[in-house]
């Protein structure tokens, strides 16, 4: 089934009449084409792409062509979609993403029609679940970003500062391909390698720890992959450290299955840290899911219900860390795809303790 078909299904399911998609990410999904003004518009028998001038000669062009009528409209987007979706009754918009003016004028410009949320979480939940050509294009997003680590390690000299590496990172990966970067790079070394999400410094690389969190946008959809390296020589309690989140890492991949609970595979890692002697130093999840937004459903956490499982077609993160603040910090992560038998790892990099002098 198509994107569009499989939402079809789901508006039938949830008792909606049409539904009013307005956020970029989700109409790239549906129609396969990548603009930032206008609507798609799905009833029982119209699928519409609207759209104006600068994209239109784009859009005709466009795989959304085969399945879409593509139109300009002459009036605001709104009139012409209640011109489109003639005769619905209930009419779901997304909730997670619509402004409440937006919401607002949706709800008076489509006179007699009862305008609802829902089609944010509807089309999150078809979205959790890749298609085969889905795993392509996730697959070759992680090569890129396979390759630029192959790349940065040759490539760092420890008299670099943290925002060199995280600028040759994002050059590589574009010039291997992507469209642009999925997130907003990380390089953080020695003390700043303790903030998760710290942001790279105009400072050269301290010693220690330089965790590299990156990923690649390929035609749509986004890889994730951290890897951490030292600068200088590893001493004993680098090596410990590292060598339990690999081990926490590998563990709950080896225990990845479909029907494996998501809140256990948080356990499985966070158990083994605790073991350790690092308790509290893990404080984030241990995964989460990717597509075409980086973090998606399902969230690998001990937040989730107990009954919430891996199920074929999810593609997630395992990435456990440890962190001690304003010392040092270690991240390793895989994106992996979920099949009908086990996991399908999309990541190649090693994950050896490199060190770079």
Known sequence: MTHLERLRKEMKNNGFDAVVVSSEINQRYLGGFNYTDGLIVVTESRAALLTDFRYIEAANASPAAKEFEILMPDKRMSAAAYEVMAGAKRVAVEEATLSLSGYENFCNVFAGMEVVGGASAM???????????????????????????????????????????????????????????????????????????????????????????????????????????????????????????????????????????????????????????????????????????????????????ADKVLTPGQVVTFEPGIYLSGKYGCRIEDMVAITEDGIMDFTKSPKDLIEIC
């Open 123 to 305: 089309i999150d939940g078809l979205r959790e679940f890749k298609d085969a050509g889905e795993i392509e294009k996730m697959k070759a997003a992680q090569a890129i970003t396979d390759a630029a680590f192959a790349h940065i390690v040759d490539f760092i000299r420890p008299d670099m500062t943290e925002r060199q590496v995280a600028l040759e990172l994002e050059f590589f990966m574009r010039s291997k391909g992507a469209e642009c970067v999925a997130f907003d790079t990380i390089a953080v070394s020695g003390s700043a390698s303790s903030m998760p999400h710290g942001v790279p410094r105009d400072v050269k690389l301290e010693k220690g720890f330089l965790t590299m969190d990156f990923g690649a946008r390929f035609d749509g959809y986004c890889s994730d992959m951290t890897r951490t390296v030292v600068i200088g020589k590893a001493d004993d309690d680098i090596r410990r450290l590292y060598n339990t989140v690999l081990e926490a890492q590998t563990s709950a991949l080896a225990a990845a299955a479909p029907g494996a609970g998501c809140a256990k595979m948080d356990k499985i890692a966070r158990d083994i840290i605790d073991g350790a002697g690092y308790v509290g130093t893990f404080g984030h999840s241990l995964g989460h899911g990717v597509g075409m937004y980086i973090h998606e459903e399902p969230r690998l956490s001990f937040r989730v219900p």
